[in-house]
Structure formats: C-alpha cells, structure tokens
C-alpha cells in the first residue's frame, strides 16, 4: 500500500505543501529511502561469491539456439544408426546422458527427435484421415516479458528536479495449463498463446501494470510434453528426404526423427541428481549488469563514470541472483507433464519476466540524479506439443472389420460407423456401458482397426494406440470368419509389442462373428482358448450381430475393469520413443 509519510512533505514548500495535500491521493511515497538503497546495495557487494554454476549456466543461457540445434555428429562425427552400439546407452530410457556435473552446469543429454515432436505434423495423408478427431497440436507460448522501470524525479513549482520517482516495470503475464472435463477434444486449442508484457513503471513511483495471465485448458488425460517449432523440423525433413525414394513415406519419416539427436540441457528434482528429470529452459535476457535504461545521459557517459562504474558492478550480483531464481523455475518435465486427473488449481507452464527497476532504487549518497533504470526481464518462448490420450476404461483392440463398431454399438449408448468394408472407424469413439444397477458403469474406446506392419506404418498405424494405453484391460476383438484368429491375435500382441505395451496381464479375448460357419469356428474357438488358459486371459465367444451372449461379454467386461482396479495400475509406461 501505498505511504504518505512527513519525509515529502518537509522536502517540499509550504505553498507546495499545501497543494500536495490536496492531491494526497495522487502521491504515492513508497520509494525506497536513501538508506535503504544504500543498505541494499551494501548487502550485495559483501555477498559471498555466488556459485560458479550459476555464472556458468548464463554464458549457456545466453546461447538458446543450443537446445534447436539438431545434432548430427553423434558420438563422433556421425548419424547414429539403429544398428550402432552407443557406449553408456541404456536402451530402457528415450536419453543417453553424456555428461552431467560436475563436468558441465546441467545434466547434457541425447534424445532422438522423434520425442519432441508427432509425425502426423509432416505427413498430410495423416492429417486428412484424422482431421474428424483432433489429439495432437503443437502450441506456441510465450510468457510476457517484464515492463521497463521508468527514470523521473519528483517535481513542483517550487522544484524543479526533486527525489527520483521512477516506478518499477509491471511483470510479465505468464501462462498456465489446467484440464477441465467439459472439453472432450484438443481441436480448440489455438496455434499460440502470447501472454502481454508487464506496463512499464511510471512517474510518482507508480509501478507499470501487471501483464495478463494466459490459462489454457485442456481435456483430462492431455500430455503435455517439451516441443520444437514444426516449421524448423518440417524443413530439416523436407531437405532430408529430397533424396529418398518415396519420401514422404511415413516410414522415411519416422526412421529420420528416430535416428536424429537433440541436444539438451537437463536437471534433476535436487541440484545434486544425475538423473535428469527436467529440461532446462533458458531466456534470453540481459547479461548481468547489463540492461539499462537511460535518460538525458547516454549509456557512454554513465561507462566513463567510476561510480556507475561501481553501481553496475553490484547489481550485477543482483541480476545474476535473479537468473538463478529464474533458472530454478524455468524447467519442464523431460518426460511430459501427465494431466490424467482433475485439477484444482492450474499449474504454470512458463512463467512471465520480472519488471524492470525504477530510478528510485538508485538513489544513493553519491548519486542523487540516478538518470537510468533497469529494463525488465524477458518472457520465455517455446513450443508445446499437446496429446490426448483418451482416458477409458477398456479398449478394443482387432484387426478391421472385426466388429469392434458392432459391439460398441450393442453395448453402450456409443453409435460408431459400422460398415463391412475396413477402415469404416477413422477416429477413437467411447461408449458407457451400465452393466446392471449393482455395478458401475465404466467406459470403453474402439479404436481404428490394427494389421500386421501396422508399426511399419502399415494400415493407420499405431497412431491410435494412445487412446488405449491408459485403460484398465485390453479387450481383443477376433473376427471368426478370419482363416486364422489365432494368427491374428499373435500379430496384434507383437504390434502393441513393438509399441512398448509389453504388459497385457489384464485382457479379455473377445471371439465375435461365431454365427459364420459354426462347424469350422468351434475349432477355431478350441485353439484360442487354449492359448487365453496359458496367457491367464478370460475369453468370450459372441455374435454381435445377432446380439447373442452380449449380456455374459458386459458382465465379463466389467469384471475386467474391477480387476484392473487392484491389479492394472498403469497399462503402459509413457514410451516417449514409440509415439
Ligand atoms: N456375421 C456377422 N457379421 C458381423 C458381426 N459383427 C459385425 N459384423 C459385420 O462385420 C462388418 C464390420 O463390422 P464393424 O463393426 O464395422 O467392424 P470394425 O472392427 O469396427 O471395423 P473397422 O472400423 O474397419 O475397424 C459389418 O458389416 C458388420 O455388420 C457378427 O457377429 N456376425
């Protein structure tokens, strides 16, 4: 709040006076004292030296373009391949960690490319397929950068340049992610979010106003996850594959963000971690000491005066402490930000600049006419890439045209296409399904329909898989007019294999169509159940069609999701690599 104290007034006439308590109300006196400043500023030059990594961290902050830069020369000089060894490669993690400290300020780490951004980004044909159902957008943000402090001095009729005034820059708006359950789809997010910059500081020591705060909301079970800007990869890719045959093949394209390296700056939770939790994010502000405003007198003059000079030297402590604070922020999760529950209040996902100084802070013994102030602080800049992992209970998984539509339909209260030629489901559909007033009810996904190489980019891909990583259990959909389901069960299990569902402890295998050829289904039926009893699997022969044993698949279904609930706590660890 603001302070009207007798230390302004005696500075001022009586005529002056007088006219100052008429205007009371638009005099605000909170600026610092001389004393204070001076205290202040004695405090800074007798701290301790500050850490070298954080006067380390800011030579690299200063250097952004280090985290864009797309490393080709892996581990020396070459494109790693997918058959080369790498030395300290842990196949079980997206990274290899190349150095940590105390040899360097941050935790230095590899990854491919293809963790940091989605393929379905620089291939239209994946693009026009799914263009129903939106689930992945890359996101500009920009936090809003700090307002400037602003160089004035107290002035009246009697006076014609007073105490120093000038207010302090507003804070730049920051932005923040919150999931709300009333959005079902990400086709709302926009391309980006630029949060304002913070006002600059004014006369009468008014500080600049407060730059606005961005939320975006997004639905439950969004990951969020650490992007770059898709114009750079698309024409780091277009160049690539000018060469290739079939280039825009979603297999060139795939195999080249896999077997491109990132370079990154990480840290762990603690200063002490080798493990790296977060990636460094760095803004492009001012070096320390640097980042003046001046007024009348040129940032020349003040150079050639010792008492700047000294000046500069101590708020360079300053600066440097606010770029360790800032460095303590400005972190993301290597891995993703998981939304997957409701939230109660949002979390920051960049954080807005620090206003700028005003010259009131300058005041000192040997400097009554502080003609400069300090600049605010950057905003940060950076891409986020937004997934929707749809969060049901169960999914269906089969290959097309097994009637995985049909048996939503009979089902829940969900009225998916149904078609007898393949591919009739482009986009993932949920149903509820209320099994009987005793139990609850729980929701189900039908996905688009899975083929042999669908992890070669065959069919739709493995694109969809997503939706279904979150369930509870997996439910197998198998067509019984199919020569060989058993067959087609193995291929399903080896392409949720080769996209890192390897845990498939808790699934129902589901035999639709038994009304087609009964004779030859039985045997068919024989060998599949043989197969469950060794996998532990509940099995479940059906005919959608005809609505026979819908009633025995719901009761089976909803013991699979209570099962899931004590036994199935995550279906499927987040494999960054296979997305
Ligand atoms: N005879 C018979 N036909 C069925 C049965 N269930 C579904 N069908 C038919 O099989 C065809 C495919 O059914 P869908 O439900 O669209 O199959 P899907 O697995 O969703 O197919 P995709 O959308 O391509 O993944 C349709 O013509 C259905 O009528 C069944 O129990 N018996």
Redesign the pocket.
């Known amino acids: 709040m603001f302070r009207y104290t007798k230390t302004v007034f005696s500075q001022v006439s009586r005529k002056g006076r007088n006219r100052l308590q008429n205007n009371v109300s638009h005099i605000p006196d909170n600026a610092p004292r001389l004393q204070e400043n001076e205290n202040w500023l004695q405090n800074l030059s007798s701290e301790k030296q500050l850490e070298p990594k954080i006067s380390k961290a800011l030579k690299l902050g200063n250097s952004v373009k280090k985290q864009i830069e797309l490393v080709e020369d892996y581990p020396n000089g070459h494109i790693i391949n997918e058959n080369d060894k790498i030395d300290n490669h842990d196949s079980t993690k997206d990274y290899t960690i190349i150095s940590t400290p105390p040899q360097t300020p941050f935790i230095h780490i590899k990854s491919p490319l293809i963790n940091f951004t989605n393929i379905k980004y620089f291939n239209h044909s994946f693009n026009k397929q799914s263009n129903a159902f939106i689930d992945v957008r890359i996101v500009k943000c920009k936090s809003g950068d700090g307002g400037d402090g602003c160089v004035s001095f107290f002035r009246d009729a009697n006076r014609a340049v007073g105490p120093p005034n000038g207010g302090d820059g507003g804070d730049g708006g920051s932005i923040y992610i919150q999931t709300d359950p009333a959005i079902n789809s990400l086709a709302k997010l926009s391309h980006s979010y630029i949060a304002t910059n913070g006002g600059n500081g004014a006369k009468d020591q008014l500080d600049g106003k407060r730059g606005k705060d961005i939320l975006i909301k997004v639905p439950l079970g969004t990951l969020v996850k650490w992007s770059f800007d898709p114009k750079i990869i698309r024409a780091f890719i277009n160049d690539k594959l000018e060469n290739m045959t079939e280039s825009n093949s979603n297999h060139n394209i795939r195999n080249l963000l896999k077997h491109q390296f990132v370079d990154l700056d990480c840290v762990g939770e603690f200063a002490t971690d080798r493990d790296p939790q977060y990636i460094q994010l760095f803004r492009k502000s001012y070096e320390p000491g640097e980042g003046w405003v001046f007024k009348e007198k040129d940032h020349e003059y003040h150079i050639g005066k010792q008492w700047f000079r000294d000046l500069r030297h101590k708020i360079k402590k300053h600066d440097l402490v606010l770029d360790n604070d800032e460095l303590l922020v400005d972190k993301f999760p290597l891995e993703g930000l998981d939304l997957d529950r409701e939230m109660d209040h949002p979390v920051p996902l960049l954080i807005g600049g620090k206003g700028g100084m005003g010259n009131m802070h300058f005041l000192t013994n040997l400097i009554r006419n502080p003609r400069f102030a300090k600049v605010g602080r950057n905003g940060l800049e950076q891409y986020f890439m937004f997934e929707l992992k749809i969060l049901a209970d169960l999914g269906?998984v089969?290959?097309?045209?097994?009637?995985?539509?049909?048996?939503?339909?009979k089902i829940s209260n969900a009225k998916?296409?149904?078609?007898?030629?393949?591919?009739?489901?482009?986009s993932p559909t949920i149903g509820t399904v209320s099994p009987s007033l005793s139990k609850p009810s729980f929701t189900v996904a039908?996905?688009?329909?899975i083929i042999r190489g669908a992890s070669k980019d065959k069919g739709m891909g493995l694109e969809f898989l997503r939706h279904i990583e979150r369930s509870r259990g997996l439910v197998f959909?198998l067509?019984?007019?199919r020569p060989e389901p058993l067959e087609d069960l193995k291929v399903l299990i080896d392409e949720l294999n080769s996209h890192g569902i390897t845990k498939t402890h808790n699934a129902l295998v589901i035999c639709?169509?038994?009304?087609?050829n009964p004779e030859q289904t039985f045997a068919k039926f024989n060998s599949i159940q043989r197969f469950c009893n060794e996998m532990k699997w509940d099995i479940c022969p059906?005919?959608?069609?005809?609505n026979?044993n819908i009633d025995i698949l719901i009761s089976k279904m909803s013991d699979l999701v209570e099962h899931g609930k004590n036994s199935y706590k995550r279906a499927i660890k987040i494999n960054l690599e296979s997305l």
């Open positions: 269906l089969g290959f097309p045209n097994a009637g995985k539509s049909t048996i939503l339909n998916p296409r149904i078609g007898h030629w393949e591919f009739t489901t482009l039908d996905i688009p329909g959909v067509g019984m007019d639709n169509k038994c009304d087609v059906i005919s959608a069609l005809n026979e």
